[in-house]
């Protein structure tokens, strides 16, 4: 058997923790199958103190992630520290400059310096490995790099936040408000005290740009993503969803148009037959559609220690074997510029709910600025939540909740629209839009 891969882990948190006991618990039969043993010989954390569950009396400790990065005694750095500057940022450059290769879960590192942290690995000759920063436990990356390297890939997209999914999950079947399901999400460890990261959607676009460089051969981006998040999200908007066959997801899309690459992270109708629309609770999924597969779908846990330690035991696990890929699928200068599509240019279906005040001619006057920029109206559903029983015919000067699902028109004219709208009194409040994905 050929001499043992010394490992360095830099952040010992739920992650960190968790691939040190898999390591140590499957210590055998992670060599049999990698033709070496793999052992860790070094940590670094911020506090040596604190009780992790685990006996980590036998590992040099260093006082900062850097001085483990350059350690002799290691040949691979992980780095699960996280954020996309400082410590871990340090720690990855000076692993790749110092020869050692490198395995990270950090999503917004790989987002913000992916391809330059890519070109350095290369100028050293070692890994750049990252499976568990795109979606957790899901090997979406070996898939996309390596299984599917015969395809070209058109669009990618997917569920990339199980904070997220869960509140719309709890939303739809418990009949909750969104600021309900998020206070639940938190009491059990799914959102974070400030949960701003997660629920307005940037979590999500830092995985997304880094899919899409792989899925398109082209340097990353996260700055091109049109973002928003699901806080707008409302019971009335999950009701109308489920009555007119749509669930509400948020999704990560990435897709190539005449005029550039799309990508996008916002709240998605997904019709409820697909399959990225029966994914529910922290479940993430990705869906990759290939000129000569078609659509696959990878489903599984986005986070989580046991789950995200999986992902970086693969790489570590291709190491192990020599196993040497290019980062991003494809030598750092022969990716592309990134050129990205713009958003007003977008096309499909819409999702529009409105407070029309109940007056005559407010319909018309809508209608008619619809037909202006050429928006045909698929259904139309009126809620009367002010009228009882027997009172069909009265007349009320409250806004009533209207919804329009539009056939497929273009983001600048909805836009244009709403805009319109709004300024001819006859709505309350914002309009709310939802674009409705076509799917298979």
């Known amino acids: 058997m050929k ?10 948190g739920t992650v960190g923790a968790s691939l040190v006991r898999l390591l140590r618990q499957k210590s055998d039969s992670f060599a049999a199958r990698c033709g070496r043993k793999v052992v860790v010989t070094g940590v670094a954390a911020r506090d040596r103190s604190r009780d992790r569950g685990i006996d980590l009396s036998q590992f040099a400790w260093h006082d900062t992630a850097t001085a483990l990065a350059v350690s002799p005694d290691i040949d691979v750095f992980v780095e699960l ?9 340090d720690g990855v450059r000076a692993a790749l400059a110092a020869g050692k290769h490198v395995v990270t879960a950090n999503k917004a590192l790989l987002a913000r310096h992916g391809v330059e942290l890519a070109r350095l690995a290369e100028q050293n000759g070692v890994s750049l490995s990252f499976e568990a920063a795109a979606a957790g436990g899901i090997p979406v990356v070996k898939t996309m790099r390596e299984a599917l390297a015969g395809n070209d890939i058109t669009r990618i ?35 974070e005290a400030d949960p701003t990261f997660d629920i307005e959607g940037f979590d999500t676009a830092h995985k997304l740009a880094i899919l ?6 082209c340097e990353i981006d996260v700055d091109a993503i049109y973002l928003e998040g699901i806080s707008s999200i409302t019971r009335a908007d999950i009701e109308a969803a489920s009555e007119l066959g749509y669930r509400i997801k948020l999704l990560g899309v990435a897709q190539r148009t005449e005029s550039g690459i799309e990508q996008r992270v916002h709240p998605t109708m997904v019709p409820r037959a697909s399959a990225i629309a029966r994914i529910d609770g922290v479940l993430n999924a990705v869906a990759i559609d290939g000129d000569a597969v078609g659509e696959v779908v990878l489903v599984g846990p986005g986070a989580g220690g046991n789950a995200t330690a999986s992902a970086v035991l693969g790489d570590i696990a291709d190491i192990a074997r020599g196993i ?31 407070a029309v005040y109940d007056r005559p001619g407010a319909f018309a006057e809508i209608a008619r600025i619809m037909a202006v920029e050429g928006i045909s109206l698929e259904s139309i559903v009126q809620r009367d939540r002010t009228r009882k029983s027997g009172e069909a015919g009265a007349h009320t000067d409250a806004p009533q909740p209207v919804i329009l699902i539009t056939y497929e028109t273009t983001e600048a004219a909805v836009k244009r629209a ?5 300024e001819q009194n006859v709505v309350a409040g914002t309009p709310q839009m939802i674009r409705i994905e076509k799917l298979g």
């Open 81 to 89: 520290i996280g954020g996309d500057s400082g410590a871990a940022e």
């Open 157 to 191: 997209y997917g569920i990339l936040n199980g904070t997220c999914n869960y509140i719309l999950t709890r939303m739809e079947q418990d009949g909750l408000d969104f600021s309900d399901c998020l206070a639940d999400a938190q009491r059990l460890g799914y959102a």
């Open 212 to 217: 899409t460089s792989l899925a398109f051969g």
């Open 418 to 422: 709403l805009a319109t709208i709004s």
């Open 3 to 12: 001499v043992d891969l010394r490992v360095g882990v830099a952040g010992l």
């Open 324 to 354: 040497h890929v290019p980062t991003l699928g494809r030598p750092v200068g022969e990716l592309s510029p990134y050129r990205a599509a713009r958003m007003r240019l977008h096309e499909g279906g819409y999702y529009i709910r409105l």
